[in-house]
């Protein structure tokens, strides 16, 4: 496994699984088929509400905790200062753990410096090994990152061929934190598994449009959650680090990206009511 040091000198694991979308009652048996396969790398959130899965199955698994990366988030309605710190302490309870690998601000809405203050002190503190934020655009992410005490170390955005993040990717740079994909297959969007570009370079390795679509994130230095359910697509979407694309491969796949999202806008205020609300 490929892995990527983040600014405090802790080794992430370039590849790991996502629970998005993976119900309560599935989540304890697919984080268990993807820690066989072979991922060391597991990301929730409190708004999956299936936390207390991963902490059931990484528990179970025999594997010792230190070798399980677990990311997890911090919800908007538990945003500021006193409910963040309440909530991450909750999240640790139901992880079964008395640290979390990264913690992550979900969104970047409510009292967000408030929720990242009570970060910085669950980091002080040993409660989490590395903190950062997620769906922060460049805007709200340099202005954080500016007025911060501890720059973030992750920030985990939509990425995928279709909107590749090249620009935002180089401005968290400049703050030594590592870009996270979310969506990493767009939901399959945009016709996503037939696409011409991606099926032809990948028939070139034997590989299929998911596997080259991840190659092409890794080799950009994008750390990747792919979520599938099925124990098959997780071995198939682990098996990426046995080719490697050539610069000209990275220039067609380069030139998929239409540098806009494809689910939706922070800068929409209806798009921000309704997250806000949920």
Not at 122 to 144: E, H, Q, W
Not at 159 to 185: A, L
Request: hydrophobic share 35%; aromatic share 12%.
């Amino acid at each position: 496994m490929d892995t990527v040091k983040l600014s405090n000198g802790i080794e992430m694991p370039i590849l790991g699984y996502g629970v998005y979308q993976v119900t309560p009652e599935e989540c304890e048996r697919c984080v268990a088929d993807a820690l066989s396969v072979g991922y060391r790398s597991i990301d929730t959130a409190q708004a999956y509400y299936n936390e207390e899965g991963v902490g059931r199955a990484v528990k179970k698994s025999g594997i010792a905790r230190e070798d399980i990366f677990i990311t997890t988030k911090v919800w908007i309605s538990n945003a500021g200062y006193e409910r963040a710190k309440a909530s991450i302490d909750e999240s640790l309870r139901k992880l079964q753990s008395d640290y979390v690998d990264l913690l992550l601000i979900h969104q970047p809405f409510n009292d967000y410096y408030g929720t990242y203050h009570a970060m910085e002190e669950a980091y002080k503190a040993g409660k989490a090994r590395a903190i950062g934020v997620s769906n922060f655009y460049p805007d709200r992410f340099v202005d954080l990152a500016e007025c911060c005490e501890i720059k973030p170390m992750v920030n985990q955005v939509e990425t995928h061929v279709f909107n590749q993040q090249v620009e935002p990717q180089k401005i968290m740079e400049r703050y030594g934190t590592h870009i996270m994909s979310w969506g990493p297959f767009a939901e399959g969007r945009n016709d996503f598994f037939t696409n011409a570009t991606l099926k032809t370079i990948g028939e070139k390795y034997g590989k299929s449009v998911a596997q080259t679509a991840l190659r092409f994130l890794i080799q950009r230095g994008v750390i990747v959650i792919p979520k599938s359910t099925r124990k098959e697509r997780m071995i198939e979407n682990f098996n990426v680090f046995d080719f490697a694309l050539t610069d000209e491969d990275m220039q067609g796949i380069a030139g998929l990206d239409q540098g806009k999202s494809l689910f939706f806008s922070h800068y929409d205020p209806e798009m921000v009511k309704w997250l806000i609300g949920l």
